[in-house]
């Protein structure tokens, strides 16, 4: 039974690829070495984006992060802390936004990672404690987010749904917001570097 208020779902293989992708082209263009995402930066971005402020008055937020991934995989390439069992699952961190838990989740054998997924998603957007749900999704795969979609048809309008992706989806009962710009942030990726990029667009 879950019983945070703020809660933050993410497809890390997914998340994971996308940083790689994003290390690769910014280097070429700032022709300088990115390391790896700042993971407790790239979570507070995405709850920031998600709509969650500092905390005022001493008041205490809790958060949980659930980091889906694959049976096989046993850390994520381009962040740090990387490794689910050894630095994330049952680790917390906290800072002016709260207290954020982390869990790591393996996809068991018997499901597919869509259904894996949208089934944590669903169960959890159903708990009266939700009140705000950040979605971090493999937006490449439409099988997802269509049931994606499909999960949070039903979800209640008072409940804050935020789904993460690369690029604008079609409409859906939650807030859309690009996920470059909280990755950009965690690998130390700065405005005025691209600005100043003899190789930016």
């Known amino acids: 039974m879950n019983e945070y208020e703020n809660i933050i779902v993410a497809d890390a293989d997914y998340v994971d690829k996308v940083a790689f992708n994003l290390i690769v082209n910014f280097e070429r263009m700032l022709m300088r070495r990115i390391p790896p995402a700042d993971m407790p930066r790239w979570i507070d971005c995405i709850a920031l984006d998600g709509g969650m402020r500092p905390v005022e008055d001493g008041k205490a937020t809790q958060t949980h992060v659930v980091l889906v991934h694959d049976k096989g995989k046993d850390a994520m390439e381009n962040f740090v802390p990387a490794d689910f069992n050894k630095e994330l699952n049952g680790k917390a961190f906290k800072d002016n936004l709260g207290e954020f838990t982390m869990s790591a989740v393996a996809v068991e054998d ?16 159903q708990e009266k404690a939700t009140k705000r749900m950040m979605v971090i999704p493999n937006a490449e795969d439409e099988a997802t987010i269509q049931q994606l979609r499909h999960v949070l048809k039903t979800v209640d309008d008072d409940k804050r749904i935020t789904v993460f992706a690369m690029q604008p989806m079609p409409g859906g009962n939650f807030r859309q917001e690009i996920l470059g710009y909280s990755l950009m942030n965690a690998l130390g990726i700065k405005g005025e570097e691209l600005r100043e990029s003899p190789q930016a667009p």
């Open 110 to 125: 018997m499901v597919t990672k869509e259904e894996f997924f949208t089934d944590i998603i669903g169960t959890l957007a």
